[in-house]
């Protein structure tokens, strides 16, 4: 197996004697990113954990939660498949292996749309939560601890785009991001209390909420200014983004005017600062948002979800 000076594997180098790379997909978060074929299972994608991910993280919890995960085969959350390592070059490199999502990421259609309509935001938020609420109900709870629109995939290989949430687990450390655009961008979805280390199930709500409330209104709860600060200064952009939040956000209906008055008090209730104040797990939030969109959960699930607009 070889690899060329631009990026780690080319097309037609097979890793472990399984995975045959089809293409280079590109670099995320946590490394580089491959379509891939298994010998027997299909198109799949590898993730190759970069040094910096490896030096800062708990490679033994990613792989349990993995294994957890790998048993999942729930339709709104990216199937996991394995995780192990490879020698490349005298070097071993660790990935992990998950399903291919023919679509885009809610980034990419919000990069688009800006502000997507009611039925869709609820829409994809149901789907969202749904995969939560099956995680959280794991002993102990699953936690996502990195969600945003780059991690939610909306697949478009069925009649009805399906939403999904990918690389659950993966966000082990805050310290593993560098670059002012990277951190800054991650950091804006991260519940109060990650700031000091601490991940519950309701940090992931906060962050979910955050996705929702940039769903309805094109904008984020607070406003942060990061022109100023140096790029990769972690503890300059949290103390912007801890300056920011001192203010209460503005109802999504300030923006969007067919916000009702019971979505604006969810949206609130689901990204509140106080742990308190905050839905404390997916279940209760989805209950609101089924309440809210009149509809049972068996109704939802029976009818081929919300009606997606964007097309």
């Known amino acids: 197996m070889t690899s060329n000076t631009k990026n780690l594997l080319k097309k037609g180098d097979m890793i472990n004697g399984t995975y045959t790379v089809q293409c280079f997909i590109g670099k995320g978060a946590f490394g580089e990113v491959y379509r891939v074929k298994h010998k027997f299972m299909g198109i799949q994608v590898i993730k190759i954990f970069d040094d ?41 490199r660790y990935f992990i292996t998950m399903g291919f999502v023919s679509g885009e990421s809610l980034s990419q259609l919000m990069q688009r749309e800006i502000t997507l309509s009611v039925d869709v935001s609820l829409s994809i938020q149901i789907a969202i939560l749904q995969g939560l609420n099956e ?22 290989d069925e009649d009805m785009p399906r939403a999904l949430l990918s690389d659950f687990g993966l966000a082990q450390s805050v310290d593993q991001m560098s670059g002012i655009a990277d951190a800054a961008g991650k950091y804006l979805y991260l519940a109060p ?53 001192k203010v209460d956000p503005a109802p999504p209906s300030l923006f ?19 742990l308190d104040g905050r839905y404390s797990n997916a279940s209760t939030f989805l209950d609101d948002l089924l309440d809210e969109n009149n509809i049972s959960l068996g109704d939802y699930i029976g009818r081929d979800s919300v009606k997606f607009l964007y097309y």
Request: hydrophobic share 40%; charged share 20%; glycine share 4%.
């Open 52 to 92: 910096d991910y490896v030096a800062n993280t708990d490679l033994e919890a990613v792989t349990n939660e993995a294994r957890v995960l790998s048993e999942l085969t729930h339709k709104n959350i990216v199937r996991v498949f394995d995780a192990n390592s490879f020698e490349l070059q005298g070097k071993t």
């Open 135 to 156: 995680v959280q109900q794991k002993t102990p709870p699953i936690i996502h601890r990195d969600i945003s629109p780059d991690n939610i995939l909306l697949s478009y």
């Open 193 to 245: 209390e990650c700031f000091w280390g601490v991940y519950l199930p309701a940090s992931d709500i906060f962050s979910a909420g955050i996705v929702l409330y940039r769903m309805l209104t094109g904008s984020f709860p607070w406003n942060y200014d990061f022109d100023m600060l140096a790029a990769g200064d972690s503890d300059s952009i949290t103390t912007m983004i801890m300056k920011g939040r």
């Open 256 to 274: 969007n005017e067919l916000c009702s008055q019971n979505l604006d008090k969810i949206v609130l209730k689901a990204i509140s600062k106080d």
